[in-house]
């Protein structure tokens, strides 16, 4: 019975500091050149989390192409410093960043230990609120897109989640897609709407249910998002989403044909640097002159004007920044970046599509699943960071029957955290 008390003590206190860490980790108190609150919190507690990647299929596989990039950054600083600039800063804030989000997967992994998944991503949830700063680049423009959007997003799923109910799922759905529709969020809104679907989809009857395999799953997404793309792009032009919206779409379509290309005129300047260097350039190496040409070139090529100072200040003022978390990883860290890109969309793709073939993936996943495809080509690493350590950490699959008694000892008072 003093064993049972104890070990159900433990449980509370263990659940407490993952609430506290997964908080902090939201929030992303910076310290210096990269390094957080969070990321020291989550390096300290190493001992605690690390047995735990081997329940998990592929976390042991992210951890180790993730060192890989690690040294690869170091090793491309090194092939580069005799025609380039390496900024040692820069460097520092790189590695810190890489190796904070390979920490915080494993944390998130064993904060599933101690608690169900809805919770997990209500308590990181609450620290992406807190963390909104009312100071950054167009918030004041639009609050909702530029700041709140995503952690509201999230803890409004989690509590749907704990419901347990899919009514409840969908109608926060529908909620959310209102306001982003109000407020212009194009591409949240493609999200939510998707991610409506196949929650819909998992609420037919009973009698409705075959059993689908992940493959098909698959396909049907891709399907199934080129079809929200288009209908989305339909009802922008429409000026369903207000006039604002309407303009821009109407711009960045007459400017490269393209929705996506109109909007990410960044990934001109990725492909024109990987045909040019296609080892990468390394964790603080900065672009030399030709480069810089070369990166506009690639911008322009999709009728883009780059002379205007976002090219110069933001994509490269001092760093490397692409747009994408494709694009940022292959130009930090060569091959190996790109390797490890591709180890998580595999893990995130089939760990998503297997939920939704067995009728289970929750509109949270879904919605994270969906969002982090979208960051990987569309959306800046820094950005992404704290979705992808989320989504990666809930969307690993935990294998059967396995348990780790120093790290979980309390399995038996209570069924294990449902995934999904």
Known sequence: MRSLRAASQNLVGNRILAAVVLIVLGMRLELLQGLTVGYVAV?????????????????????????????????????????????????????????????????????????????????????????????????????????????????????????????????????????????????????IFLTAILVAWQMRPERLRRGGSGWGVIVGMGALATLVYYLAQNAFLAGYFGEAARLRTVAQLDTAGSLILGGRPELGATLALMQARPQGFGAGTLLNPEELLIAKTGMSSLNYAPDNGYVERYMFGGHIELHSVVGDLWAHFGIPGLVFTAVLLVLLVWGLASAVSANHASALLIFLGVSIVWELFFGPLYTATRMLILVVGLVLVRRTGDVVSPVRPTARLGPPAREG
């Open 43 to 191: 390096v300290a507690l190493a001992p605690v989390w690390f047995r735990v990647l081997r329940l998990y299929r592929g976390a042991t596989t992210i951890i180790i192409t993730g060192a890989a990039c690690l040294v690869s950054g170091l090793w491309l600083n090194a092939l580069a410093a005799p025609t380039h600039s390496i900024a040692a800063g820069e460097t520092l804030g790189t590695v810190i960043s890489l190796g904070g989000i390979l920490c915080s997967i494993g944390f998130i992994l064993w904060a599933r230990e101690m608690m169900p998944v809805s919770q997990v991503a209500l308590w990181f949830g609450v620290g992406l609120f807190a963390g909104v700063s009312s100071t950054a680049n167009m918030f004041a423009d639009n609050p909702w897109r530029f700041g709140y959007a995503f952690s509201v997003t999230v803890i409004i799923l989690a509590l749907a989640q704990l419901s347990g109910r899919r009514w409840v799922e969908l109608s926060a759905l529908l909620l959310v897609a209102v306001v982003s529709m109000l407020t212009g969020a194009r591409s949240s809104f493609g999200i």
